[in-house]
């Protein structure tokens, strides 16, 4: 599954991955912090988007992060 971490307050995307584990991605990114290139990020929500691909539903995984 598609996950991608966004910056909540910018709505800038940070980083995409594709994942077989997204429980423990999810688990690991709601921990003390989640660390970047560009900084370190605190969980603040996440969702879990529905969207169409060449006539194939699909989902994708958008963790929020906030800049710390």
Same mark, same amino acid.
């Given at each position: 599954? @598609? #996950? /991608?971490? #966004?910056?909540?307050?910018?709505?800038? $995307?940070?980083?995409?991955? #594709?994942? %077989?584990? /997204?429980?423990?991605?999810?688990?690991?990114?709601?921990? $003390?912090? =989640?660390?970047?290139?560009?900084? %370190?990020?605190? +969980? &603040?929500? %996440? @969702?879990?988007?529905? +969207? &169409?691909? @060449?006539? &194939?539903?699909?989902?994708?995984? =958008?963790? +929020?992060?906030?800049?710390?």
């Amino acid at each position: 599954m @598609n #996950v /991608v971490f #966004v910056e909540s307050l910018t709505g800038t $995307e940070l980083i995409q991955m #594709v994942s %077989h584990d /997204v429980a423990g991605v999810l688990a690991a990114a709601q921990g $003390e912090s =989640v660390t970047f290139p560009m900084g %370190h990020f605190k +969980y &603040e929500f %996440h @969702n879990l988007d529905f +969207y &169409e691909d @060449n006539g &194939e539903i699909r989902q994708e995984l =958008v963790i +929020y992060v906030a800049k710390i």
